[in-house]
């Protein structure tokens, strides 16, 4: 979808183009899971949450749920923040989240069933807002970069426990959370106007003192679209929310006020001391990080440095499927870069900074709670995705080069796993093979050659998109006969064969050299010594002797054959 609007006087047409150009959607790489998948399996995680998390913090109870119930059932408690004399909260943060707590009790009444019904329904509300938020976040690194990244950041989000406790919590910072990751994901799709209007409706209806957090977004606002939009943008979406809030502390208050100047008036101004209630260390957030992610905060603290690793060894966590479009923008005849090379860095460190701008804001504050850091916990997630992939190449491309060349190359084979299927035969020890989670990668597959079994063989699953488990091949029987399709005729096309070879190895090999032909074709990958049966003693192959069993053992070689290349094979001839 393309954004439609009309320039505005005074914008150069480049600047245009190129907003409008990063303005549409794209589908995620074809590796990474949906969206539509992310959110359910996202939903679950927090649904979950929804049932089973506690209530952290006491200000949830009573300056939000108790307020709540009030509005909805006539009784509750009352804080401070919420007399007309001080009007520190909005009425309307409360009115967004009646209609889920709401709804049961006009059903089954307003007895215990009805308002536990209405308090889990709320519950379950915040959590399929949070999940809707980060699957969007998560769609946008997927389009953006590695499936690697956008699965690692799917991961993350479902098994923290900051996050479990974060979501569907009824506090303004758990909404702002949800405001700044919506912002986020328009970020990296290249669109201001979800920026803009999350950052104003997460600061606004939310948490105000978060504006701090979408300041690096604010500054991205300001290059990538046309000044005069974007700030017309903003006052319209500042006038349309602040006359929202104040027209409802109006009524529940009786009197004109604005609540978020009376906040803001009291805690950052200078009206009031926060630190009333509490003043905690410098270490208190990262104390509190480390027991919600574990060994994430430490990721997501190190990506700056991790990414200057990565660009400097010219590593990439870009191959979205906007890296590869090549399309010049607008007038300015400009590359997106942003998803290749280090342009892929940049933005990323772009959408994760609000993380390291309000760690160190309210770091300094000495008034200090859990929640307070709830608003970047997603981007913990993110940042430390980013930093695990990029650690894993940086990993990877340290060991190649320790490694020979060719055992570089070799690795680098069974770890990518990119190209054609390589298959690894078998003839007679076809019944030995422990399963395909033993194959080192995707690409890897199992095939038989003819080898003197004459009953019938498996065969590999038809491919999902030909029918998967629903395929009926034509080459099964349940009369265990030979089917010929089922295995190869010759090892031609085997690029690694696992056999039984008899020692020493310039003996007679029948099995090598009736099916594999010329043994100078292949090179030994692994050997390791195998009892042969039908030459050792009952005894002594049945029950292990030290020294008696290895002596009177007749040993053969479990081996592993690797096909050599055309030129490793005509220089072993020669």
Request: charge should be positive; proline fraction near 6%.
């Amino acid at each position: 979808m393309e954004l439609r609007h009309r320039k505005p006087q005074g914008t150069a047409g480049g600047d245009d183009g190129e907003f409008r150009r990063q303005s549409r959607r794209v589908p995620p790489t074809a590796a990474a899971i949906s969206a539509r998948t992310a959110f359910v399996l996202l939903a679950v995680a927090r649904l979950f949450s929804a049932a089973a998390n506690i209530i952290h913090d006491c200000d949830e109870t009573y300056n939000y749920l108790e307020p709540l119930h009030f509005l909805l059932f006539g009784s509750g408690m009352q804080t401070w923040e919420y007399s007309p004399q001080f009007a520190l909260r909005s009425y309307l943060y409360l009115l967004l989240h009646a209609p889920a707590a709401g709804v049961p009790s006009l059903l089954l009444g307003t007895s215990r069933t009805g308002k536990l019904a209405g308090f889990y329904l709320l519950k379950a509300a915040l959590g399929l807002a949070s999940a809707g938020t980060e699957a969007w976040l998560y769609h946008a690194v997927a389009v953006r970069y590695r499936p690697a990244v956008a699965h690692s950041f799917l991961l993350f989000l479902g098994v923290s426990s900051g996050m479990f406790a974060a979501a569907t919590s009824m506090l303004p910072s758990t909404f702002t959370m949800y405001a700044l990751t919506a912002a986020a994901a328009g970020m990296l799709e290249g669109r201001p106007v979800p920026v803009i209007l999350a950052a104003t409706v997460g600061v606004v209806w939310g948490w105000c003192v978060a504006g701090l957090a979408f300041l690096p977004y604010a500054l991205w606002v300001l290059v990538a679209a046309p000044l005069l939009y974007a700030v017309g943008l903003l006052l319209l979406s500042l006038l349309a929310t602040l006359l929202a809030l104040v027209l409802v502390d109006r009524h529940y208050y009786g009197a004109w006020t604005v609540s978020l100047w009376n906040f803001v008036r009291y805690n950052v101004v200078g009206g009031g001391d926060s630190a009333l209630y509490g003043v905690e260390g410098p270490a208190f957030y990262l104390r509190n990080g480390l027991n919600n992610f574990q060994l994430l905060l430490p990721l997501a603290l190190l990506l700056p440095l991790v990414a200057a690793a990565a660009a400097a060894n010219k590593s990439s966590l870009g191959s979205g499927s906007s890296s590869s479009s090549g399309k010049r923008t607008g007038g300015a005849g400009r590359r997106d870069t942003a998803s290749s090379g280090g342009g892929s860095w940049v933005r990323l460190l772009v959408c994760v900074s609000p993380l390291y701008v309000w760690l160190c804001a309210i770091t300094v504050l000495p008034h200090k709670e859990e929640r307070f850091l709830y608003v970047v916990y997603p981007l913990v997630c993110l940042a430390a995705a980013a930093s695990f992939v990029a650690l894993l190449d940086l990993a990877r491309s340290a060991l190649a080069a320790m490694l020979p060349q060719r055992a570089a190359a070799a690795l680098a084979r069974l770890v990518v796993g990119a190209g054609s299927p390589i298959a690894v035969c078998t003839g007679a020890e076809w019944y030995r093979f422990p399963s395909a989670f033993f194959l080192p990668g995707q690409r890897y597959r199992l095939q038989f050659i003819k080898s003197g079994f004459s009953g019938l063989l498996p065969r590999q699953f038809t491919a999902a998109e030909e029918g998967g488990t629903r395929a009926a091949p034509p080459h099964f029987n349940d009369r265990n006969q030979e089917e010929p399709a089922n295995y190869w005729p010759s090892s031609t096309n085997c690029s690694y064969v696992v056999t039984l070879r008899d020692v020493p190895a310039d003996e007679k090999q029948p099995f090598i050299d009736a099916v594999l032909g010329n043994g100078m074709q292949w090179e030994t990958v692994a050997a390791l010594p195998f009892v042969d049966n039908l030459r050792s003693p009952r005894l002594f192959r049945a029950f292990y002797l030290p020294w008696l069993s290895q002596a009177r053992n007749r040993h053969m070689q479990y081996v592993l054959l690797r096909r050599r290349s055309t030129a490793d094979a005509r220089q072993q001839d020669a």
